[in-house]
């Protein structure tokens, strides 16, 4: 599949049209079994509260409680009578015309799909559950397959192992009369495993081992290397980092840097790497500070905190400091626990059980958080020293060297100042040039030869002294939890006004868990916390991560709205998979890695994405039943996230500097994008290419000025926390790869590196004619990682020739075009 972002070839072949992808990419829902929870709850949500939920209850009606809902309306009539549906007001209400009794009475109608599932629940008794995220984790045995479904399955023996992914995901199949698609062929299993767990390509010669590998354990060897690889935490801590809003700067006007920000994307990538157990990661993050026995890394950790936007000038500071906590109490919520607390901060949450006592007893575990910084101290409270206690000692003697010795030169300076003239003694006290400007000329005059003599002393300590401070090796500080408040009551604010507190609230957690914490210290508030959030039954927090694993293993989550599984959140399309991953995590130590074993290994992860069509045969309707994919029954394809696209081009050009870790670098920006800052080129600064060639993870980020080949491939806005980005196809994305300045330069390296390659060979041949298939055949090997067709060689050829001979190019110019145009292949720029 090629060509969607790039020309035509020179024969006109048929390319693969938007309309196909988009197919490919079709969202929708398959019929599945009706559950209030799962699937009325969310229509009558986003239907029906406006007018008949928590905040008003018009006719004396509210869906959100089930007394409510079935009692009688002020009229004397029932909206919903179990049971019977034709005597139910409130489909009759739905499906009239009538504009002054239709229901909705504003905005979008109900689908006929909505409508069907509302008419079943009715029928079936109209039932009312409760949410299923706020139930507990139950732990669902692995279905057993109808003989149909072991089939399907081609397990042709009782004995046959069926991994147990499969068997929950075929025996969901089977309900629906579905088709799962063929297995993928081995040169798309080595290419999707590779871009899923590392972000870059395969090479061509790993391409070619892994086909040529006949040990039945091969896929499982390739799984295992790719784990091993720091690459994977280089892909896989950028997905973390979308969900904790990493930048490396403020935003707002000055949109200043936060030093040592690249230090926590750093630690995140190395638990990743390390395989570092998720309830470790998430207590560090939210308390490592607060440890027995705290640690450089769980210092750094806790950078979690000051990566969100401040505002340096706020015109209202303290409604600032509650914005400040506010942004922690959404990125918590959501990234770890998919629960949106954030909205219940001026009134009760509007859809869950969520009251505002329990968004600020949140908070309240927040209360020693310092603001990140002030406009007189820009680090004091977001650089954690960590350097070794003699040095740390070495800088507090010299601190306290220095303050004695400022001190006394001030006491001396004033008694020489009072001597002063009136102007002098003003100019004294203006800004520090003018200060020094008098204190120099003057001074001298108004001090007695002895206090003359002990200022000329203290004046060469503190040269010593400063001296002895540069000779000290530069400190190792981290972003991170400088210093921390004095604990003081935490209030409701009245409509979520910090300036209107009313009654005070302990820290407590949501009380859908139904959950009270034991009586906590002030000072390991967040530690418990971070405890209570890793505890193996709690209802959430194992349920999102899994959650998020699959999400990047499948283009989206068994819950699709990955930051909420609140009651406006998508519902499971597998919950009893959701519920059982969740147990195996937990089984397994919190591993990432064995969940990326488990789900890799499954038959639904190698499944074909784009089928033959003797394969589309072989599943009969089920394109048709579920054009969504949301029972699994083949792979979504995927395009290349912002950073793959552009590491992608880096490794098969052959540039890609691998160095993992440290600071971060800039890339070239042309002045038009420099321009776009409210300070044209402010804190962007310069590296060289070798550093411009590492992987996109170690992009500076700066929230005024995101490069602009990233952001047109869909990188997200730092701001706030991504639970999935988006996916788009728009002609911003061709622009960048056929007339940016990257790709013009890569182009040209590659078809250098393609030439060169070339000419190496002893049997190379100089003739232009016959050198130029090679060419061909050179840049699609290793670009695509197999061998170029007949036709695509003629094309090629032809391509070139035209550009010669018809636009008067140079060979070099016309041969690095055709190597730009492969780069921009729907082959290369999409995964199956």
């Known amino acids: ?186 040169r798309t299993l080595i290419r999707r495993a590779t871009y899923d767990l590392t972000g870059l390509p395969p090479t061509p010669q790993q391409v070619e081992e892994f086909i040529a590998d006949t040990d039945p354990h091969a896929y499982e060897n390739l799984i295992d290397r790719l784990l091993a690889s720091h690459h994977y935490g280089e892909r896989w801590g950028r997905h973390w980092l979308d969900l904790v809003r990493y930048a490396e700067t403020n935003s707002f006007e000055r949109d200043a840097a936060k030093p040592n920000a690249w230090k926590y994307r750093d630690y995140v990538i190395r638990s990743f790497n390390e395989d570092k157990p998720y309830d470790q990661f998430v207590q560090e993050q939210l308390a490592g500070d607060l440890f027995e026995h705290p640690t450089t890394e769980s210092l750094t950790a806790t950078g979690y905190y000051r990566l969100g936007i401040w505002d340096d000038e706020p015109a209202d500071p303290l409604q600032a400091r509650y914005d400040e906590l506010d942004d922690l109490i959404t990125t918590t919520g959501q990234a770890f626990l998919g629960l949106t607390i954030n909205c219940a901060r001026c009134h009760d949450h509007k859809i869950d059980p969520i009251p505002t006592t329990d968004y600020y007893g949140m908070l309240a575990f927040f209360a020693d958080m310092t603001p990140y910084a002030s406009r007189s101290d820009l680090v004091g409270n977001n650089q954690v020293d960590v350097s070794s206690p003699q040095l740390i000692e070495q800088y507090r003697q010299c601190d306290v060297d220095l303050a004695r010795i400022n001190s006394e030169r001030i006491e001396l300076e004033q008694a020489g100042i009072v001597h002063m003239s009136a102007s002098d003694q003003r100019a004294t006290e203006g800004n520090a040039r003018d200060r020094k400007r008098v204190l120099s000329e003057k001074l001298d005059q108004h001090l007695t030869d002895e206090q003359r003599l002990r200022y000329a002393q203290l004046e060469a300590e503190l040269k010593l002294v400063n001296k002895r401070r540069r000779q000290l090796p530069p400190r190792e500080q981290v972003l991170g939890i400088a210093r921390k408040r004095k604990i003081a009551n935490t209030f409701v604010m009245y ?45 959430l927090t194992t349920r999102v991560i899994v959650n998020r694993i699959w999400q990047h293993h499948f283009g989206r989550g068994i819950v699709r709205s990955a930051n909420n599984f609140g009651q406006l959140g998508t519902p499971p399309t597998h919950p009893q998979l959701l519920d059982y991953l969740a147990g195996v995590f937990v089984d397994n130590g919190w591993k990432i890695k064995a969940m990326h074993r488990l789900i890799m290994t499954s038959r639904t992860y190698k499944a074909a994405a784009a089928l033959t069509p003797e394969q589309t045969t072989m599943v009969g309707d089920t394109a048709t039943i579920d054009p969504g994919n949301d029972l699994f029954w083949r792979f979504d394809p995927r395009r290349l996230a912002a950073e793959e696209v552009r590491d992608s081009i880096l490794a098969v050009v052959g540039t890609l500097n691998r160095e993992p870790y440290g600071p971060s670098f800039y890339e070239a920006l042309s002045p038009e994008v420099l321009a776009g800052q409210s300070r044209p080129g402010k804190g962007w600064g310069q590296s060289n290419e070798s550093q411009r060639n590492r992987r996109s993870v170690y992009i500076h980020v700066k929230r005024s000025l995101l490069t602009p080949l990233l952001s047109a491939f869909d990188f997200p806005e730092p701001d706030t926390t991504c639970e999935a980005r988006f996916a788009t196809l728009q002609p911003g994305q061709a622009m960048s790869l056929l007339n940016s300045d990257f790709i013009h330069e890569k182009a040209n390296q590659l078809a250098s590196s393609i030439r060169a390659e070339i000419s190496s060979r002893p049997e190379s041949d100089t003739r232009v004619n016959d050198n130029m298939p090679a060419f061909i ?35 070099q110019r016309a041969e690095a075009l055709y190597a730009l145009s492969v780069l921009n292949w729907n082959e290369f720029v999409f995964v199956f």
Not at 4 to 12: A, D, G, Q, T
Not at 179 to 184: F, I, L, S, T
Not at 782 to 789: E, G, N, P, S
């Open 495 to 539: 409509r979520g006004n910090p300036h209107s507190p009313t009654e005070t609230v302990s820290p407590h957690v949501p009380e859908i868990f139904e959950e009270n914490l034991p009586p906590i210290d002030d000072d390991q508030r967040r530690l418990e916390l971070a405890r209570w959030m890793t505890t193996p039954s709690n209802r």
């Open 777 to 811: 055949k050179g840049v699609i090997h290793r670009v695509l990682a197999r061998k170029a067709t007949d036709e695509e060689i003629a094309d090629g050829v032809e391509l070139i020739e035209e550009l010669i001979t018809r636009h008067a190019m140079p060979r």
């Open 1 to 186: 599949m090629r060509q969607l972002l790039s020309p035509r070839s020179p024969r006109h072949r048929q390319p693969v049209t938007l309309a196909f992808i988009s197919w490919l990419l079709l969202a929708s829902t398959a019929q599945a079994e009706i559950d209030y929870a799962r699937e009325v709850q969310p229509i009558l949500a986003r239907k029906c509260f406006s007018c008949h939920g928590p905040d008003q209850a018009e006719s004396g009606i509210a869906f959100h409680q089930a007394d409510l809902a079935l009692a009688e309306a002020d009229s004397g009539d029932f909206a919903i009578v179990p049971g019977d549906v034709e005597g139910s007001g409130m489909i009759t209400r739905i499906l009239t015309d009538d504009e002054y009794e239709q229901m909705p009475p504003e905005g979008e109608r109900l689908r006929a799909s909505e409508i069907a599932i509302l008419k079943q629940w009715i029928d079936e008794g109209a039932t009312f559950s409760r949410h299923w995220a706020f139930e507990p984790l139950s732990n669902p045995p692995v279905p057993q397959l109808s003989e149909n479904s072991r089939n399907t399955a081609n397990l042709t023996t009782a004995s046959d192992d069926l991994h147990p992914i499969d068997a929950f995901v075929f025996s969901r199949l089977d309900e629906a009369g579905l088709k799962q698609a063929p297995p993928a062929d081995k």
